[in-house]
């Protein structure tokens, strides 16, 4: 469990991103410039708990290497968080990914970082929504409820509860907030935005000194963490300082900026050969860590745009990879792209 009184103040948390926040994503960010903790990307418990479990496994896969982890879940039936949950703290659900990817088992090191689980309370994803998942819970406080207590008894005491939400639906909903609050939650992440309003207008960190009070009056010990247009660790010491969150959420702050957990930002002195060989050693782990083609290519492809910018050229360069058909075709043209680099 996060200890209040000995988390340093503010925490960092890499954001949770579908399809981003692999093992292999965090296992660079891990490297170059480390959050304090990571989210995993939001998996299905009513699709963990089914006979589709194994196509959601490489969503679970941990690394002893990277930093302490909180799972993220979503889904519609209480029973199903609670047993999915229980799998979390005994470790067969990481262990049966982590064999099934033909990694290794958790060691010590790695069951220490299994810190918690994280329940999505914001995704505003169309279909999600009108499955009565994710944002949708914050209009529905009965279901809510009966997630966040599913939850509590699958922890059983070994582990962070926490959740993460927006502001409201429509519009700031104070009750939400209440609500969540009146949980006793060890950590409550709050995307500074409404559900309407998806990422489209800049996060209201005006409201945090309203959201700080009312956590404050109900329950002191919940960590309140931020998320939402915040881009580095200097503008997440800022807010600290301002608003007295406790933690800070950074997500596409990393794809303009992978070093934005350092406390220097090294990203703007890396050279393009720097970026070409970073990328390159991303796919290396992509290849060896998804043998079996687990994760297609288009998913690896994304990162292009976070190494391969902020050159002369990069556009085109670009326009080369992102032209490749598979992993090992994509290592070939990296391999021959930072020779011409170096050479240069
Ligand atoms: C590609 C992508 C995937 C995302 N997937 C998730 C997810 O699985 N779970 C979640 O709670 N939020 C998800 N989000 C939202 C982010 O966690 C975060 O709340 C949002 O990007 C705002 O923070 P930022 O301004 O730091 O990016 C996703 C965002 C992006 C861009």
């Known amino acids: 469990m996060i200890n209040v009184d000995k988390s340093p103040k503010p925490f960092f948390v890499l954001a949770p991103m579908y399809d981003v926040t692999d093992t292999v994503f965090r296992q660079i960010i891990s490297d170059i410039a480390p959050p304090d903790l990571s989210m995993s990307e939001f998996v ?27 799972y993220q879940f979503w889904g519609k039936k209480p029973e199903n968080y609670k047993k999915i949950i229980e799998q979390v703290f ?13 990694q290794k088992k958790l060691g010590k090191a790695g069951r220490e970082k299994i810190i918690g689980i994280d329940i999505n309370m914001g995704c505003p994803d169309k279909a999600v929504v ?3 998942c994710c944002s949708a819970l914050i209009k529905d406080h009965a279901l809510a409820d009966d997630i966040i207590e599913a939850a509590r008894q699958g922890i059983a005491g070994r582990g962070t509860l926490s959740v993460k939400t927006r502001i409201g639906f429509s519009e700031f909903n104070q009750d939400w ?46 960590l309140l963490v931020a998320n939402g247009d915040i881009k580095s660790r200097q503008q997440a010491i800022e807010l600290h300082k301002r608003y007295k969150i406790d933690g800070a959420m950074i997500g596409t702050g990393v794809f303009s900026n992978p070093f934005a957990f350092s406390e220097n930002n090294s990203w703007d002195s890396f050279t393009p050969l720097n970026k070409i060989e970073l990328y390159e050693k991303h796919v290396r782990l992509f290849k060896s860590t998804w043998k079996k083609n687990e994760r297609p290519i288009v998913t690896l492809n994304k990162f292009c ?33 930072s020779k011409e680099y170096t050479t240069r």
Do not use: C, W
């Open 90 to 102: 005994d470790y067969s659900l990481i262990n049966s990914a982590n064999v099934l990817a033909g």
């Open 177 to 222: 907030i209440r609500f969540l609050l009146s949980k006793k939650l060890n950590m409550l992440s709050i995307h500074l935005r409404t559900v309407k309003e998806m990422s489209k207008v800049p996060a209201h960190f005006e409201l945090l000194p309203e959201i700080i009070k009312l956590r404050d009056e109900i329950s002191p010990e919940t």
């Open 130 to 132: 009108k499955n009565g």
């Open 305 to 337: 745009k976070i190494y391969i910018n902020g050159f002369d050229g990069a556009k085109e360069l670009r326009e080369i990879l992102m032209q490749a058909k598979s992993a090992d075709d994509l290592e070939g043209k990296l391999n021959m792209l």
């Open 44 to 70: 299905n418990v009513d699709g963990l708990a089914s006979v589709g479990r194994d196509k959601l496994l490489p969503k679970i896969v941990f690394n002893s290497s990277e930093t302490p982890i909180i």
